[in-house]
């Protein structure tokens, strides 16, 4: 149990354009997914929280307009980067729990999305 | 603000060698310790966790345990595999901090036969 999707697990596109990645728990609701980037060799980074039916609640430096996070269920979460350029490139990873309540909540990641811009 | 230090790796051992990957961690409360293990070319699984001090968590041979008096969480197994080899990140998540994560570098560990 406790799985989570992420389509597509690679994608190539041109600079300017849209990527969307899709985020789903497949066999739970997840009330709260995440989103982080994890450089090469390096750790996570959280990029935004996201709670079903609210706005995403984005980390101090991470650009709002760029990176477009959408809820809009309890098994999906969208992440959009917007007009994509070299620098996006990256590997991005999405996680959700089951349920908002006491600490110590496990997050189950997704197996992440590699993004090369050209 | 909370932070997690990890030993730098990467660490390199032989089979059925002791394991123990350091961790340490500043926060401002009493924050929940977890374990992740990212193997190679997948997404991170959740190794082990412990909630409050002097708990220990323990999975497939792997053991932590919480030491609020050292802020310390240190990775330990007794007899790696080959199958271990992986990247080991250490993180806590603070409680009223909706479960966000904050990560250690983490440690690559490769292990020989």
């Known amino acids: 149990g406790a799985v989570v999707s992420q389509h597509p697990s690679r994608v190539i596109c041109k600079s300017g354009t849209s990527v969307k990645i899709e985020c789903r728990s497949l066999d739970f609701q997840a009330t709260t997914m995440f989103w982080y980037r994890q450089f090469p060799k390096q750790s996570l980074m959280l990029m935004a929280t996201?709670?079903?039916?609210?706005?995403?609640?984005?980390e101090q430096g991470v650009e709002k307009d760029k990176f477009l996070i959408n809820h809009a269920s309890l098994t999906l979460s969208t992440l959009t980067v917007t007009s994509a350029h070299p620098e996006d490139s990256s590997f991005y990873i999405c996680?959700?729990?089951?349920?908002?309540?006491?600490?110590?909540?496990?997050?189950?990641f997704g197996p992440g999305t590699r993004l090369l811009v050209l | 603000g909370d932070s997690v230090t990890q030993m730098e790796g990467p660490v390199t051992l032989s089979e059925e060698a002791f394991l123990t990957i350091n961790c340490t961690y500043t926060a401002t409360g009493y924050p929940s310790l977890f374990w992740y293990v990212q193997y190679p070319g997948e997404g991170l699984q959740l190794l082990l966790k412990?909630?409050?001090?002097?708990d220990k968590g323990s999975n497939k041979g792997f053991e932590a345990t919480y030491r609020k008096e050292t802020t310390s969480f240190h990775l330990e197994k007794g007899s790696v595999q080959v199958s271990d080899s992986a990247v080991y990140f250490c993180a806590l998540s603070e409680p009223g901090g909706y479960n966000k994560l904050i990560f250690g570098a983490g440690t690559r560990l490769a292990v020989h036969p």
């Open positions: 412990a909630t409050k001090a002097d």
């Open positions: 996680s959700a729990i089951q349920t908002s309540g006491g600490p110590g909540e496990t997050q189950y």
């Open positions: 996201s709670n079903e039916g609210s706005k995403a609640t984005y």
